[in-house]
């Protein structure tokens, strides 16, 4: 039952009578619905759509805190400020609060908020405490570990900040997305995707039986180009694919490799979107 450290995650608080209205009509989640001790995934976009911050974002006293990574802090306090104008809140990266997933039942004894990871039911918890008021028995390593065989990508990792929309990235597929809320940064682009279907490349899971390559490499299937491998650990990981390329390779029965390493792709078992006919659902 592990608890680890994640020294590579950090808090921005987002505090005030405004908190609420502000958040709603900037990130592509509904903040207004976020319950106590949940957790969400939600994103902050560039006007074109595309994911500048990706994030858990859940409640505090007056407001709300996010999740994010540890070199973004900086700049999402900075950008969410941007979008301030007139409104009654504090935006503040906060370093005296460390960050800790538990994951297989984990529990600690130690005063800490313990928020339910909403992305995936079997990735766990956050714990948000004071530096050093609990220990952990599993490293950062073996988090990711977790979090890759369940197929649940992370941005930084598994894709680039500023280039991937949401869809592919698989927020719409993980609840980081909510089409209903009316506008935010970059909705109409998101929408469009949604509604005309027009989202051809995806995180897909991928399984390497002969060990990973190294993130980046080109996905080959004969002399074309389907994608690029993502994020791994182990035999397990994520990859950018092309649909329609991985469709067409598959119905030409050519094998996927990368660096000279065969691979399998396949839809993360808890998303639904639409594969190509001759792929499949992996295993995790």
């Keep these: 039952m592990p608890i680890a450290l994640l020294p590579d ?5 987002v ?3 405004d908190a609420t209205s502000l958040l709603q009509g900037v990130l592509t989640c509904n903040v207004e619905t976020i319950d106590e ?3 969400r995934l939600g994103a902050l976009l560039t006007p074109q759509g595309k994911i500048l911050f990706d994030f858990l974002i859940s409640r505090v006293a007056d407001g709300f805190r996010l999740d994010v990574a540890a070199d973004k802090a900086a700049d999402l306090a900075k950008r969410l400020t941007l979008y301030k104008l007139r409104a009654q809140v504090e935006i503040a990266a906060d370093p005296t609060i460390a960050v800790a997933a538990a994951w297989d039942g984990a529990t600690t004894a130690a005063e800490t908020a313990r928020i339910a990871d ?3 039911p079997d990735l766990g918890a956050r714990l948000y405490a ?4 609990f220990s952990a028995d599993a490293s950062e390593a073996d988090y990711h570990a977790h979090r890759l065989a369940l197929a649940v990508p992370e941005g930084g990792r598994d894709f680039a900040y500023g280039d991937a929309f949401p869809h592919e990235a698989l927020m719409d597929q993980l609840g980081g997305v909510d ?3 009316g506008c935010y940064v970059g909705q109409e682009v998101v929408s469009r995707m949604q509604h005309r279907g027009t989202a051809r490349t995806r995180l897909l899971a991928a399984e390497y039986p002969q060990g990973a390559p190294a993130p980046g490499s080109e996905i080959q299937a004969g002399q074309k180009v389907v994608g690029r491998t993502s994020g791994a650990a182990g035999s397990r990981g994520l990859a950018m694919v092309r649909l329609d390329r991985l469709g067409d390779a598959l119905a030409a029965g050519e094998v996927l490799a990368a660096e000279g390493k065969p691979l399998a792709v396949g839809r993360p078992a808890y998303a639904t979107f639409a594969m190509p006919e001759s792929g499949g659902e992996a295993a995790v």
């Design 37 to 39: 001790g949940e957790a």
């Design 15 to 17: 505090t005030g009578p």
């Design 118 to 120: 909403g992305r995936h």
């Design 9 to 13: 995650r950090a808090l921005v608080t």
């Design 130 to 133: 004071a530096e050093g008021a």
């Design 179 to 181: 089409f209903r809320k």
